[in-house]
């Protein structure tokens, strides 16, 4: 199994930015479609962006457009979320996902999970 291990996570003020990191271990990334989560408390968890296998295609939710940036680095295996403007609203548990399938935005469809990384934007 794949391992997943999010950082970067932090306290900030709204408007500013944190680069959120998802590093593989245990085996390479390059085999999984890549996936963001975020879970405020006592709110479902929601999908925030996708990428594919080698970065080709990306996709995000209406939240993140626009803001936020998904991206890897295959040789070093880590997956990234770049978040610019960050709002109050964005304040959750961030986590990454894996699949080796093509899944883009619900929870069900990944299997490998990070423990996930707190983001907290103060107003």
């Known amino acids: 199994q794949v391992q997943l291990v999010e950082s970067g996570g932090g306290l900030v003020q709204a408007g500013g930015s944190l680069r959120l990191s998802c590093a593989a271990s245990?085996?390479?990334?390059?085999?999984?479609?890549m996936g963001w989560f975020r879970q405020a408390p006592g709110k479902e968890r929601e999908w925030v962006a996708s990428?594919?296998?080698?970065?080709?295609?990306?996709y995000y939710a209406d939240s993140a457009k626009g803001r936020f940036t998904i991206s890897r680095d295959n040789a070093k295996n880590t997956a990234y979320l770049q978040m610019n403007s960050l709002k109050p609203e964005d304040t959750a548990v961030y986590y990454c996902?894996?699949?080796?399938?093509?899944?883009?935005?619900?929870?069900?469809?990944?299997?490998?999970w990070g423990q996930g990384t707190q983001v907290t934007v103060s107003s």
């Open positions: 245990r085996r390479a990334l390059s085999p999984y479609f």
């Open positions: 990428i594919s296998w080698s970065g080709g295609n990306t």
């Open positions: 996902a894996a699949s080796p399938t093509m899944v883009i935005s619900t929870t069900r469809g990944y299997n490998h």
